[in-house]
């Protein structure tokens, strides 16, 4: 198993162990055409405090994470308008062992203002909404507290 397929994994069972009254469903990963080509929006539903997350899941071992990998963007940017619902990419750092979950409105944002990608240098400007996941360090994934979540506004 790859690293992000077992983060995506571990997103589901920290949810569950920090939100245990809050529902998160796994879209089971539909191939579509060519091989990788997932015809899902996303990897979780989850609701939380009222709000609804789609969550998209993503692992990248560089300082950056390309927006040109987050195939479902465009599926995303559909639900970004509904009434308490909050579409968006929780991305693992590993290099860095940071999780952060970033809104496709702020994602919207930065592709607007020319930006490729989100750098793990923009935790520290505050330019963006960029949520870091309060996190604790196992042997190599991270035990991931996803009550911030509970606080986001759009």
Request: aromatic letters at 14%; glycine letters at 4%; one cysteine or more.
């Amino acid at each position: 198993m790859n690293y992000g397929k077992k983060f995506e994994e571990n997103v589901k069972d920290d949810w569950e162990r920090f939100l245990p009254d809050s529902p998160i469903i796994r879209l089971q990963d539909q191939q579509s055409g060519y091989a990788g080509n997932s015809s899902n929006i996303c990897d979780y539903i989850a609701f939380t405090s009222g709000k609804l997350f789609l969550l998209e899941c993503k692992e990248t071992k560089e300082n950056t994470f390309n927006f040109a990998k987050l195939t479902q963007y465009d599926d995303l940017l559909n639900y970004k308008d509904y009434d308490n619902t909050y579409p968006g990419v929780t991305i693992w750092f590993s290099k860095h062992d940071k999780v952060v979950w970033v809104s496709i409105n702020e994602i919207e944002r930065m592709k607007k203002e020319g930006k490729k990608s989100v750098n793990i240098k923009m935790l520290d400007t505050k330019e963006y909404k960029i949520y870091e996941i309060p996190s604790k360090k196992k042997r190599v994934y991270l035990t991931c507290d996803f009550n911030i979540l509970r606080s986001v506004e759009k």
